[in-house]
């Protein structure tokens, strides 16, 4: 029997919107939205750093745009929820720090269009990027991580939209979600903790009854049972937190931000990254790809791998796996088919998934950085549009 058939307990971990590391990317990303509103072409490489009523904005930028980035961070910070000035970091009052410059002109040649070697737009960076579809949720996410996602998202949307009924709850908190699988499929949820910041006059038993109650409205029932065991704020006490209680970077959550630590991981942050950046473009494209290649029935979980060379346009290699579960007789035959249905050149991919223009298309880059980029619907690398061609290409091969 192969590992993934076995018998076992998987767990993933999420981060709310307060969680210091996710202030840090959800501030990068309100600034590449700032830029690309009003120039698609700009090129943003922004990383922040958060720490006691401080924010450092950092990085290489290069934009037509007008942007007040000290307002754009500050806006961003509040629509978290930190405007308490008690509690260490207060979005009206902290500190900000810009240190922005143009980016490098030899990165600048192999990216864009006609300049440096060659004629069309290359990668931006060498490296590998993965995507991971699996059918054993809705919305072709493990479940580890979709639904540990889903209970952090539903505690920050009671604390922000029923703020006199929680107002015990701060922004910072974190999730795991341990699920034991058997033949491959989740078949009951072992363990959930929650560790939530809170107020000094909460009382523990508030955040369990509300934890149990969230757990049991997002998680599907033949998951739960009543041996699933609980540890809700397991220290006691969780007063100090967000970037107070700890340093927040962005780009440190990749694994929450992607697949809960199920299939491979490039090692690239998404966070402040511009879609000439394939470490961001091409994993949104490859979790498209293997999306559609799960909902199309051809395969039950699939990883679709990426490699570039930086300032080169076509891939320099692609890789399917389909852990065996793949309906064709090769995994093979499906790489000629993602090479056929596929532009995974980055123009392609940027053109395909309209990623110079997330406004205009109804999402932005700040909604991808809490709560994972993978496995919410208004993403268009969640699409499954490509079910069709892919079964007509598909019967070539079998």
């Known amino acids: ?68 980035w000290e307002a754009v961070a500050r806006k961003a ?52 990027m993965f995507g ?13 991580i979709i639904y540990s996602h889903k209970i952090m998202a539903e505690l920050a949307r009671r ?23 058997d033949k491959g499929k989740p078949i009951c949820v072992e363990t959930i903790v929650v560790s939530h910041q809170h107020t000094p006059e909460m009382r523990i038993e508030q955040l369990e009854a509300l934890v149990k109650e969230i757990s049991k409205e997002v998680i599907p029932a033949e998951l739960m049972n009543d041996d699933v065991e609980y540890f809700v704020n397991p220290t006691g006490r969780f007063e100090i937190g967000g970037p107070n209680g700890d340093t927040g970077l962005t780009g440190r959550k990749i694994i929450v931000d992607t697949y809960g630590g199920v299939g491979s991981h490039g090692g690239g942050a998404f966070s402040g990254k511009d879609p000439s950046k394939v470490d961001r473009s091409a994993a949104y494209m490859c979790r498209y790809i293997a999306k559609n290649i799960v909902a199309s029935g ?25 852990y065996g579960t793949g309906k064709l007789s090769k995994d093979a035959a499906l790489e000629k088919i993602v090479r ?25 880059y700040q909604d ?9 619907e208004h993403f268009p690398w969640e699409k499954t549009d490509k079910i069709e061609i892919l079964q007509q290409v598909a019967e070539k091969y079998k």
């Open 132 to 144: 991971f579809a699996t059918n054993e949720t809705a919305e072709l996410m493990p479940a580890p």
């Open 298 to 322: 051809l395969a039950g979980k699939c990883e679709i791998q990426l490699a570039y060379a930086i300032g080169v346009a076509e891939p320099i290699s692609i890789n399917v796996d389909t």
């Open 340 to 364: 056929e249905v596929f532009d995974v050149k980055p123009a392609g991919i940027i053109e395909t998934l309209q990623l110079k223009h997330p406004q205009a298309n109804g999402w932005n």
């Open 368 to 376: 991808t950085a809490a709560y994972g980029h993978f496995g919410r």
């Open 159 to 181: 604390r922000k939209e029923m703020p006199e009924q929680y107002s015990y709850l701060r922004p910072d908190s974190k999730s795991q979600v341990s699920i034991r699988y």
């Open 1 to 68: 029997m192969s590992k993934i058939n076995a018998p076992h307990v998987f767990t993933s971990e999420s981060v709310s919107e307060g969680h210091p590391d996710k202030v840090c990317d959800q501030i990068s990303d309100a600034i590449l939205d700032a830029c690309l509103k009003d120039d698609p072409e700009s090129r943003v490489a922004c990383e922040t750093l958060t720490t006691t009523d401080l924010i450092v904005i950092s990085g290489e930028l290069t934009t037509k745009s007008h942007v007040n």
């Open 77 to 128: 910070v509040a629509k978290i929820g930190y405007t308490h000035h008690d509690i260490g970091f207060c979005a009206d009052s902290c500190k900000v720090m810009i240190c922005l410059h143009k980016q490098s002109t030899d990165i600048s040649q192999g990216v864009t269009a006609g300049e440096g070697m060659f004629q069309e737009q290359g990668a931006g960076d060498q490296g590998m």
